[in-house]
């Protein structure tokens, strides 16, 4: 059994970040490559700003995508408990320790870290004050991402606000000791934290875990980092959406890291034989929705006929209003379902693009009517297919496929002169599965009647 734990340590302030499903994602790949555990931890002392219904977004999330945890909220194990609004008692045992220890005061009501090393006072002509500044050695942190990093801490630091509530830094650190964290696995934003963190746990005696800080995500246009506020930004967006949770995690997995080839679709568990630390890039990552759409899209494609019609069941039940899909024969849905997989980009996409299926009232695009109409004999083709219907096969995509071509050939025309404005009768517009397909599964009488009301109009 594998010594490395690691952990994710979300708070319940937001919605969930793809950030934060990242670097929850990156802990989860090294604890599954190095048969480590992986643990959750909610970092919930903020009272002011936690949520149970945030709490439950991270939970959700997580699962939602794969992300099972070995221990933590809900299934518990020996180092609980894993809420740090339910670990008050641990905290003052380590706190107790290092004012014990003389290496923590009380100042203006909070409880400071006291840094060793010369001490001596200074003006601050930014903050108007004297201070207390500490030479020190500087703090050697071997990154497993970064290299080695020098940073040096020359202010002792608040570890208990005046209001009595622990700051980050030593809750943090107090966790990460009592939980027997080896790895820490963090944003690139959290390294300016490190020099402080390692002062502490060096203060406790206490082992010093490798840590390793993965690159931002940068947001997809412009400078900085990808917040909560952009676009794309929310995995609960992409569920909503119907995403494949297994191509996010694919996605996301190749964001800052590299699996050593140029391959991008790449099935779990070859992702988790490949994952280590040496293969994540120092550089940020660009978000990039188009390319997690076009990911999203070849799972699509590779979904099981019945998955995918499951899928697409559970997506229209979620949509608001009464769909008439969902009142359709549940033989004639998968029809229409399977026919439209191997075209959409999104599970999203199928609403839209199935409506003219489940009713007679469906939109028809002006521009493609003008287009369309606007050349050849439109009404003369119509009237054309109307009368060879009755003698067509429409057994399958082939034999009314071969039908159409005979009509053509019989009137000198090419087949395209009869699939664009069939095309348009049938769905309103120039786009959607193959026009044999779309023939085969309206059924004669509904293709007859549409060709007829379009005829009659034109």
Do not use: C
Request: glycine content about 8%; charged content about 30%.
């Amino acid at each position: 059994m594998s010594s490395v734990r690691v952990r994710f340590a979300p708070s319940p302030t937001g919605f969930f970040h793809i950030g934060s499903a990242r670097t929850a994602l990156f802990n989860w790949l090294y604890a599954r490559h190095t048969g480590g555990k992986f643990i959750l931890r909610i970092e919930d002392t903020d009272k002011a700003r936690n949520s149970e219904e945030f709490l439950n977004v991270i939970y959700d999330s997580l699962t939602w995508l794969g992300l099972n945890w070995d221990e933590g909220p809900k299934i518990g194990g020996d180092f609980g408990p894993y809420r740090q609004s339910e670990r008050d008692a641990i905290y003052r045992e380590y706190l107790q320790r290092l004012l014990d220890g003389g290496r923590a005061y009380e100042k203006d009501g909070a409880i400071w870290f006291k840094l060793l090393g010369d001490r001596h006072e200074v003006y601050d002509d930014h903050r108007q004050k004297t201070v207390t500044k500490v030479k020190t050695a500087p703090t050697v942190i071997e990154d497993r991402i970064r290299g080695r990093v020098e940073r040096t801490e020359d202010e002792d630091f608040v570890i208990v606000r005046s209001d009595g509530n622990p700051v980050f830094h030593f809750v943090n650190v107090v966790d990460d000791i009592t939980m027997r964290i080896t790895h820490v696995i963090r944003g690139e934003d959290h390294l300016s934290n490190a020099s402080k963190h390692v002062e502490l746990f060096k203060a406790f005696g206490a082992p010093v875990p490798e840590f390793a800080h993965i690159p931002l995500i940068l947001k997809q246009n412009g400078p900085g980092k990808m917040s909560k506020r952009d676009q794309g930004a929310l995995v609960e967006e992409y569920q909503r959406r119907g995403y494949i949770a297994e191509a996010l995690v694919n996605f996301l997995s190749l964001l800052g890291w590299n699996p050593g080839d140029d391959r991008e679709k790449m099935p779990l568990d070859e992702i988790v034989r490949l994952f280590d630390l040496p293969g994540v890039n120092q550089s940020n990552a660009r978000f990039d929705d188009k390319k997690l759409a076009h990911m999203n899209m070849l799972y699509l494609l590779e979904l099981p006929a019945d998955e995918f019609v499951a899928r697409a069941r559970t997506f229209f039940d979620s949509q608001a209003g009464d769909s008439p899909a969902l009142a359709a024969d549940a033989t004639y849905f998968r029809e229409v379902m399977l026919l439209s997989q191997p075209k959409i980009k999104g599970i999203e996409e199928l609403p839209a693009y199935t409506v003219y299926f489940f009713t007679e009232d469906f939109p028809m695009d002006e521009k493609v009517k003008a287009k369309v109409l606007g050349k050849g004999e439109p009404k003369t083709r119509l009237n054309e297919l109307i009368a060879a219907l009755a003698a067509m096969d429409f057994s399958s995509d082939e034999a009314i496929e071969n039908a159409i071509k005979a009509v053509a050939e019989t009137n000198g025309q090419g087949f395209g002169a009869y699939q664009s404005v069939a095309r348009l009768a049938l769905t309103g517009t120039n786009v959607g599965p193959s026009i044999t397909g779309i023939m085969r599964v309206l059924g004669r009488e509904r293709t007859g009647r549409r060709l007829t009301k379009l005829a009659a109009a034109i």
